[in-house]
T-cell receptor, first 111, second 113 residues
Framework: SQQGEEDPQALSIQEGENATMNCSYKTSINNLQWYRQNSGRGLVHLILIRSNEREKHSGRLRVTLDTSKKSSSLLITASRAADTASYFCATDAQGAQKLVFGQGTRLTINP | DAGVIQSPRHEVTEMGQEVTLRCKPISGHDYLFWYRQTMMRGLELLIYFNNNVPIDDSGMPEDRFSAKMPNASFSTLKIQPSEPRDSAVYFC???????????FGPGTRLTVT
């Protein structure tokens, strides 16, 4: 099964609202990454959070990591239509020597 | 830098034919990854290279798939013979380190009829 699993699978909100996506994983990690994929395009790296970090910001993005719960969340504030995309978490599990991607959350921002 | 370059962008072929996908990683990146993405299975890691050497090919579906990296600036993924169930989008990605962010190419959409 996937190391990282996103929740919800799909999310639809109004422009201007905040969007929160969650990722749960199973084993201890070195870091966790979030990626965005626009329709028909490759994945684009958004943010990386290390296992000893609890929160990280990048523009309108805020990522939290709770290693005790083995979970992470991605918050997009003041959403825009251009944020419509699929969002994936990827975990670098200790000893795994590779990233494992979740199934993604499909986010739709309605104008 | 132009980013990761993949070719072709689209490939339509008949079952039984050989398919070769190509990738040029970002210059200076030591790691190169091949992924396959389908609706049913999501994004799957097929194989990755470090300094042109295959490190983990446990995701390669079967012997019909093979990948090579003859030099630091070029890699191929070959499917022979191709089957309809190979239809997917194939991505190449590169990175400086196994734990760092990966840079993805635009993908090759493969359709096998």
């Amino acid at each position: 099964s996937q190391q990282g699993e996103e929740d919800p699978q799909a999310l639809s909100i109004q422009e201007g609202e905040n969007a929160t996506m969650n990722c749960s994983y199973k084993t201890s990690i070195n870091n966790l990454q979030w990626y965005r994929q626009n329709s028909g395009r490759g994945l684009v790296h958004l943010i990386l959070i290390r296992s000893n970090e609890r929160e990280k910001h990048s523009g309108r993005l805020r990522v939290t990591l709770d290693t005790s719960k083995k979970s992470s969340s991605l918050l997009i504030t003041a959403s825009r239509a251009a944020d419509t995309a699929s969002y994936f978490c990827a975990t670098d599990a200790q000893g795994a020597q590779k990233l494992v991607f979740g199934q993604g959350t499909r986010l739709t921002i309605n104008p | 830098d132009a980013g990761v370059i993949q070719s072709p962008r689209h490939e339509v072929t008949e079952m039984g034919q050989e398919v070769t996908l190509r990738c040029k990683p970002i210059s200076g990146h030591d790691y190169l990854f091949w992924y396959r993405q389908t609706m049913m299975r999501g994004l799957e890691l097929l194989i990755y290279f470090n300094n042109n050497v295959p490190i983990d090919d446990s995701g390669m579906p079967e012997d019909r798939f093979s990948a090579k990296m003859p030099n630091a600036s070029f890699s191929t993924l070959k499917i022979q013979p191709s089957e309809p169930r190979d239809s997917a989008v194939y991505f190449c990605a590169s990175s400086l380190s196994i734990s760092y962010e990966q840079y993805f190419g635009p993908g090759t959409r493969l359709t096998v009829t």
